[in-house]
């Protein structure tokens, strides 16, 4: 994933904007939206995938920038320990 692509892509998931994987490919020339997805999520940002009905009556996945949930934070230190949260 080249620097440009990623900021770029960052840049607009944390501006609050959803993305399909269609969509990724699309915007940003990515051949695997997936792995760029994957790639952000292992830098530590929590990009959500959600299933959305469009109009048409299509189920896609759209990726969006999101707030770890009580949940997924208690799970992290659960799993890792404080480890989770040291930069």
């Not at 695997?32 to 999520?41: M, S």
Request: proline share 2%.
């Amino acid at each position: 994933m080249t620097t440009t692509k990623k900021a770029m892509l960052l840049k607009h998931l944390e501006a609050g904007k959803e993305f399909t994987a269609k969509q990724i490919s699309a915007s940003f020339g990515y051949k695997n939206p997936y792995r760029a997805v994957e790639y952000l999520r292992s830098e530590g940002h929590c990009v959500y995938a959600n299933t959305k009905t469009l109009s048409t009556g299509e189920r896609v996945v759209k990726y969006r920038i999101g707030k770890p949930s009580k949940r997924m934070v208690a799970l992290a230190n659960q799993i890792m320990g404080a480890a989770a949260f040291t930069r």
